[in-house]
């Protein structure tokens, strides 16, 4: 954040990564809710952005390019925000995402650092999308399991940070690459906290636990589950298979919000977010506790 006045800050943010489908229009509004999402969990304002793309020329023609642009510039003004331009280089592997600047008022801005002991914790959308979109380059996929992952992907979260300005919430992160686990971590190494989480209330793309019994769980999920399962950082006491415990270290493209809100908002919170576009019920998945900062107990 850069303040500029009392009434007025930017938030400046930026993400890409290389596709994870072969429809390249549908690859750009992926990479731009995603990109956009940053913004959001901080309950900002996005209103403009540049495209940052990295391209093979020997590999993918203008035509590709074009229908991937569109896409990124077509989810943007979706959120009301301008693509004013951007940047692309030479490269090995195909890149594609978004430079976006926000707004928000420097005292109104939701960190991923304020919650505190007591506060319920509310997830805006299921996980499981790395590993259905993993098992999709396998071909394992059938087109109405990965209708509601795409759908996911594509949704903004501009409607969650609505809800979160409407009724004044603790802390705040959006679900990507760290996946369930590795973000919620973060959020309360930052707090000061620690988390209970219920492994039964979370969410799950349709599939997704089909696919990682199956195996197709991709690296990033190994990495974060590699990284957190060291004795220390979580304490499984749920009676789930392998498969569900896999899928909350999943790493997430376009994912939703995590929120920690004070018990006496939540239904508000629920309520505001219900009462929006937004397609995905929300879910109160835990609670944070007094623990060791980071520290999350996975129960029934």
């Known amino acids: 954040?850069?303040?500029?006045?009392?009434?007025?800050?930017?938030?400046?943010?930026?993400?890409?990564?290389?596709?994870?489908?072969?429809?390249?229009?549908?690859?750009?509004?992926?990479?731009?809710?995603?990109?956009?999402?940053?913004?959001?969990?901080?309950?900002?304002?996005?209103?403009?952005?540049?495209?940052?793309?990295?391209?093979?020329?020997?590999?993918?023609?203008?035509?590709?390019?074009?229908?991937?642009?569109?896409?990124?510039?077509?989810?943007?003004?979706?959120?009301?925000?301008?693509?004013?331009g951007g940047h692309t280089i030479s490269d090995k592997e195909l890149k594609y995402g978004l430079a976006v600047t926000g707004t928000i008022h420097p005292e109104k801005i939701i960190r991923n650092s304020g919650a505190r002991p007591g506060d319920v914790l509310v997830l805006t959308k299921p996980i499981g999308t790395g590993i259905v979109t993993t098992a999709l380059k396998q071909a394992k996929v059938s087109e109405n399991e990965l209708e509601v992952t795409i759908r996911s992907m594509l949704t903004l979260n501009k409607f969650a940070a609505e809800a979160m300005q409407k009724v004044g919430v603790h802390a705040a992160t959006d679900v990507t690459g760290f996946g369930l686990l590795g973000h919620l971590h973060e959020l309360l190494v930052a707090s000061g906290a620690g988390a209970e989480l219920s492994a039964h209330s979370v969410p799950f793309v349709p599939g997704a636990l089909k696919f990682a019994k199956m195996g197709t769980i991709p690296a990033g999920s190994r990495a974060n589950q590699f990284y957190l399962d060291d004795g220390e950082k979580i304490e499984l006491l749920a009676e789930i298979p392998e498969e569900h415990e896999i899928l909350l270290y999943d790493a997430q493209t376009s994912g939703g919000l995590i929120i920690a809100v004070a018990p006496e908002k939540v239904e508000s919170l629920l309520t505001a977010i219900r009462d929006t576009e937004h397609p995905f019920e929300p879910i109160v998945i835990g609670k944070v506790i007094e623990a060791t900062p980071g520290f999350i107990r996975i129960v029934d």
């Open 1 to 84: 954040m850069f303040k500029l006045t009392d009434d007025l800050a930017l938030i400046q943010t930026v993400d890409f990564f290389t596709p994870i489908l072969d429809d390249p229009y549908l690859y750009g509004q992926i990479s731009a809710a995603n990109s956009l999402s940053d913004v959001y969990a901080m309950g900002g304002t996005p209103i403009t952005a540049l495209n940052i793309a990295g391209v093979s020329t020997g590999y993918f023609d203008a035509e590709t390019l074009a229908a991937i642009f569109r896409g990124g510039i077509d989810k943007a003004a979706e959120a009301g925000v301008v693509v004013l």
